[in-house]
């Protein structure tokens, strides 16, 4: 007979987050933000576009959050090269700078498949409304 409860487990588990940034200690930078959000679990960082595809074969996040920047090659690089590695739901998030051209990094971030953009200085509720409503969406990849 099978077991109800193994089934209620998995369809409960915690949307699991991946976060890559140039900036140090970016895993912390988000998760203790997100610390009392249950549903929502940092599993790792990178500062770099290949430590970013090395651990993400091995974490394999339902979620990726990446900076416009990272230490190797910029965000908007890293995310097409991510996409042909393996699909992913990712956001993309700028926490070093805000620019005039921010609405063409949005259309260019959207345009590759990213599901969301976070700008300069969003807020904790920023992240959590968008990681929601990333998970919730459906999975269409370029």
Request: aromatic share 12%; glycine share 4%; hydrophobic share 50%.
């Amino acid at each position: 007979m099978p077991n109800k409860n193994a089934n209620t487990a998995i369809a409960h588990r915690p949307i699991r987050l991946f976060v890559a940034s140039a900036l140090p200690d970016i895993g912390d930078i988000f998760a203790k933000p997100l610390y009392f959000e249950r549903d929502i679990e940092v599993i790792g960082a990178a500062n770099s576009a290949q430590e970013l595809f090395e651990k993400v074969k091995l974490h394999t996040p339902d979620i990726i959050l990446i900076d416009v920047l990272l230490s190797d090659i910029d965000g908007f690089q890293a995310v097409k090269l991510l996409f042909e590695l393996m699909p992913m739901q990712v956001i993309m998030f700028s926490v070093c700078f805000e620019t005039e051209y921010i609405k063409e990094y949005v259309e260019d971030a959207l345009r590759l498949g990213v599901k969301g953009y976070l700008p300069f200085l969003w807020s904790t509720e920023d992240l959590t409304f968008m990681v929601y409503k990333v998970a919730q969406a459906p999975s269409t990849y370029h």
